[in-house]
């Protein structure tokens, strides 16, 4: 897997479609990414409606499908057996291919047995219409489950994990992760805000040690660790420049744990979707 990749939400709308945004400056990011040298692009069913996956449809459109890692999810309404089957063909049509590299189950509910889910992702396998099985916001003991049930491996887990938020790092997540293997794919990398007041002392030095700029370095921090790897938003084409730079500087250890060490207002658990 690509260590970084562009994230879809908000573009398009949040949940459903927002009718004042047309996609058009959505759809000139991803396609500077691309164009940029960005391979993964993650995005879903749910954002914006379906409008999102459109999006990625138009911008991918002039690529080679073969030399793009194409990541959706299936959401939370649609784990019965016929649904996530229809869910995945409504996302291969949106986004105008027939097959996608990953398909994650976006988020837990537990009023549909996950044997259920599970026997419908081997069939979309075996049919050739993703190539991984993967999940998000899966606790350790959930992600076995749903292993459990999988005939090939579940090879990602995607979840909130950034500086701040280190709630799989308490949990046991990262750990297993690294030892079993499993890719983990950290969302909101950036934590909205985290950097927009002064950076972090720690971080600044860590950063001047690598000539990397703040979010370098708090991207930077993620995939330099084993097995883990990112997506960030980036309607800004600076941005999605400077992010890219971060994955070619891989940080030493003792930076690691310093900055794993040091940075300020650490939280224990994801406010927004915590593991379960
Ligand atoms: N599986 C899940 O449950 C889940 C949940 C949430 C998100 N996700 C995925 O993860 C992706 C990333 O998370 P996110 O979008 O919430 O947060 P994020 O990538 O951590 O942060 C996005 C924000 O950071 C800004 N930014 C990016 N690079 C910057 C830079 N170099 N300098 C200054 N600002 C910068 C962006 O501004 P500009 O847009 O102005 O460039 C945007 O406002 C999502 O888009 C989505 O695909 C998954």
Same mark, same amino acid.
């Given at each position: 897997?690509?260590? %970084? ?64 890692? %194409? ?101 046991? %997540? ?55 790897? #990112? ?9 999605? %420049?400077?992010?890219?730079?971060? #994955? ?18 650490? #939280? ?9």
């Amino acid at each position: 897997m690509p260590y %970084l990749g562009m994230g879809t939400w908000l573009m398009g709308g949040r949940d459903t479609r927002d009718p004042a945004d047309d996609g058009r400056a959505s759809v000139e990011a991803l396609t500077r990414g691309l164009n940029a040298g960005y391979r993964h692009i993650d995005t879903a069913e749910m954002y914006a409606g379906g409008f999102s996956e459109e999006i990625v449809g138009e911008a991918v459109a002039g690529f080679k499908r073969e030399s793009l890692f %194409l990541t959706s999810k299936v959401w939370k309404t649609h784990l019965h057996y016929d649904d996530v089957l229809r869910a995945a063909e409504d996302s291969l049509r949106r986004l105008r291919t027939d097959y996608l590299d990953l398909y994650l189950i976006h988020q837990v509910n537990e009023d549909v047995p996950i044997r259920e889910t599970m026997r419908a992702m081997n069939r979309l396998v075996d049919e050739k219409i993703i190539r991984w099985i993967g999940v998000s916001n899966f606790a350790v003991e959930r992600f076995e489950q749903a292993q459990g049930w999988a005939d090939s491996k579940v090879a990602v887990n995607q979840v909130h994990y950034n500086l701040q938020v280190r709630e799989v790092e308490k949990s046991g %997540l990262l750990e297993y992760c690294q030892t079993h293997d499993v890719m983990l794919t950290a969302w909101r990398p950036l934590q909205k805000g985290m950097l927009a007041e002064e950076p972090p002392r720690c971080l600044m030095e860590v950063a001047q040690r690598y000539s990397l700029s703040p979010y370098q370095t708090a991207l930077s921090w993620l995939t330099s660790q084993k097995n883990v790897v #990112t997506i960030t938003k980036a309607a800004d084409p600076d941005h999605l %420049l400077e992010n890219m730079q971060a #994955t070619e500087v891989e940080l030493a250890s003792d930076a690691l744990e310093y900055l794993r060490a040091e940075y300020p207002g650490q #939280t224990d658990r994801s406010e927004a979707v915590p593991l379960r």
